[in-house]
């Protein structure tokens, strides 16, 4: 199963992570399994997500879904600051 770790900034850690764990069902019914999410000591809004994904292409998929991207744009995820590495087992 392949890996994802994801970093972006955020406008602000508490409402992105909030958003984040709130919208954890529909992530799981992607088959999304969130590995890791947290941010670094030095910058709360610099954000590292690692997610088990079934495909390479499941999270842009699951991103590009509109009522996904509402909840990603509310949450304060900067999208143009999102670097994504693609690891294997």
Known sequence: MPKIIASFQVKD?????SAFDSHSEARE???INTVYRGHELEDKNK???IM???TVDTLQNFMMQPENQKVIEESGHM???M???ICSD
């Not at 850690?13 to 992570?17: K, S, Y």
């Open 29 to 31: 019914n992607a088959k």
């Open 47 to 49: 954000v590292h997500v």
């Open 52 to 54: 088990d994904v079934p």
């Open 13 to 17: 850690w508490e409402t992105w992570a």
């Open 79 to 81: 999208q143009e600051t």
């Open 83 to 85: 670097q994504m590495v």
